[in-house]
């Protein structure tokens, strides 16, 4: 499932997609960091876009919200998979 703004029609960044289901978990920042394995100021960077997960990361965020790793992150998984991609 792709979260999607309500006012717009576009799709949430995978950083908004990050939050909202944390959110929707009631859990903070800090909470969501530990059971990942990384620091909240990580996991901060992650919700602002400032920068990606690499795919443990996500994998573990995936399995720490509950979703499936293409829900957690949207479109931007062949962002993620260039990043890996990269001499």
Not at 33 to 61: F, H, I, T, Y
Not at 62 to 76: E, K, N
Request: net charge neutral; proline share 2%; glycine share 10%.
């Amino acid at each position: 499932m792709v979260y999607y703004k309500q006012k717009e029609a576009e799709a949430m960044t995978l950083g908004q997609n990050i939050q909202a289901a944390r959110k929707n978990r009631g859990m903070s920042q800090e909470a969501l960091a530990e059971q990942v394995g990384v620091s909240r100021q990580a996991l901060g960077k992650w919700e602002k876009d400032a920068a990606l997960p690499g795919v443990d990361n996500l994998q573990a965020l995936a399995g720490a919200l509950g979703v499936r790793m293409t829900d957690a992150s949207g479109q931007l998984w062949t962002d993620v998979r260039a990043l890996d991609e990269r001499p």
